[in-house]
C-alpha cells in the first residue's frame, strides 16, 4: 500500500487531543476502504460501513445507543459516510458528550445532503483521498539522481493514458487490455451508477453523454446550454449533472480569472478530470500520447489536476483560474492564493514553445512542460499558503 498523504493528518490526529470529526472526501476506488482497514488493524477500532443497513443503525441518535458504543470504543471508522446523512447528529453528539475520535470518509460531502450539517460547525475538518498524486508516487519510490528525469518523463506519460487510481496505477502486472477494463469498470459501477443511485438520477445515459462531451472539450471553455442542446436535454439538468460530477470528485471546475479590466471576459469555465484513466475511457482513446490530436488538452488537464491534488491534499490557502482576454489571448492557470499573490503558468507539450504574457496584474509566470513539471508543481504553492496541520 503507498503511503497516502491523509494518512500523516491521521496520525497526528490520533496523537493530538484533538477530538473534532476527521472526515476524509475522495472519489470511489481512490484508496478509502484501504485506508480505514489498515487504520482498523493498527488501531483495533471498529469500522463501520454505511453501505449496510445494520452498521447505520448503530448511529441511531440516542443516549442508550451512542454511550456503549462511546464506552467501548474512543476511535470509531466509518466509511461511505454520505450514505446515512443523517448521522450528523449522532456524530454531533459523540464530539460533544463523549469526545469519541470519529475518522469518516464519504465520495459525496456530506454537507450536499445533509440539512443538519451546519450544526457540526467547528467540530470537523476536512481531508482527502484522491487519485495518487505524483508526490504520493514519488515518496513510494527510490530514484537514483540519475534516473530522476527518466522516471518523470515515464511517469507522466503512463498517469496520461491510464490515471492514477490505485489499483490501475499499484498493480503493474496488468495488462493494458485489463487496465482498460478494470477503468471501464470503475466508470460504469462506481462514477455513474453510484452517483445515479446516490442521487436519485433519472437518466444514467444523459450523465455519461455529459461527462463523454466534457472529455471531448479538455482545454476549452465549456457551455452549458451547448451541451444541452447537443443531447436534447434541458439547461438546468446538464447543469446540475455536472455540479454533482464536481462535488463527487470527478471533474475539477476552473473558473475564469475576473478583475476590474474590462479586457477580461468569460462567464463560462473550464472543466477538467481528476483522472485521466477514467476520461480516456469515455472517448475511448488509449494510444500513446504522440499519436493524439488531443495530447495538448491531455497534457493540460494533467497539470491542472496534480496541482489540484496537491492544493487539497496540502490545505493550500489557494485557488485555480484560467485567464482570457477579449482578444482571445489566455493564461491557462492563475494561482491566487489568500494573499492575493499571483503565480501564472502556460501549459505547453513542446519545451521550446513560447506563449505571450497577458496577465494584467503582478504576477511570476512559468511555461510548464513535459520536462519541468514535477519541480513546478512542487513549489506551485510556498510554503506561507499551507495549513497541513489537523
Known sequence: ????????????????????????????????????????????????????????????????????????????????????????????????????????????????????????????????????????????????????????????????????????????????????????????????????????????KLAKDILTKIALQLGSEVAIREIAKSLGANDSTVASYIEIFIKNYILIPLPAFKTNARRAVSENRKLYFYDLGIRNVLVKDFRELDLRPDKGGVFENFIVAELEKKRRNTKAQATMFFYREYSGQEVDIVLEDYQKNHICLEVKTNPKQRSKDVFPLSHSFEMVNPANYFEVIDKAFPEKTKKITC
Open 1 to 204: 500500500m503507498l503511503q497516502r498523504i491523509v494518512q500523516e493528518q491521521i496520525e497526528v490526529y490520533l496523537k493530538g487531543t484533538d477530538y473534532k470529526i476527521f472526515f476524509v472526501w475522495g472519489p470511489r476506488r481512490s484508496g478509502k476502504t484501504t485506508l480505514l482497514d489498515k487504520l482498523a488493524t493498527e488501531t483495533g477500532a471498529p469500522k463501520f460501513n454505511f453501505d449496510l443497513s445494520s452498521d447505520r443503525d448503530v448511529f441511531t441518535p440516542t443516549e442508550a445507543i451512542l454511550s456503549k458504543l462511546a464506552a467501548n470504543h474512543k476511535i470509531i471508522l466509518i466509511d461511505e459516510v454520505q450514505n446515512y446523512p443523517e448521522s450528523t447528529v449522532a456524530l454531533k453528539i459523540l464530539h460533544d458528550v463523549y469526545h469519541v475520535k470519529v475518522i469518516a470518509t464519504g465520495s459525496s460531502e456530506l454537507r450536499q445532503k445533509s440539512k443538519d450539517f451546519d450544526s457540526l460547525a467547528g467540530r470537523y475538518t476536512e481531508h482527502y483521498c484522491l487519485p495518487l498524486s505524483i508526490a504520493e508516487i514519488s515518496e513510494d519510490k527510490t530514484i537514483p539522481a540519475y534516473g530522476r528525469a527518466r522516471f518523470e518523463t515515464d511517469l507522466q506519460g503512463q498517469l496520461q493514458i491510464y490515471g492514477s487510481y490505485p489499483e490501475i496505477y499499484a498493480n503493474q502486472t496488468l495488462t493494458d487490455a485489463e487496465r482498460v477494463d478494470l477503468l471501464q469498470n470503475i466508470l460504469d459501477a462506481y462514477v455513474l451508477k453510484d452517483i445515479i443511485d446516490i442521487y436519485d438520477l433519472k437518466n444514467e
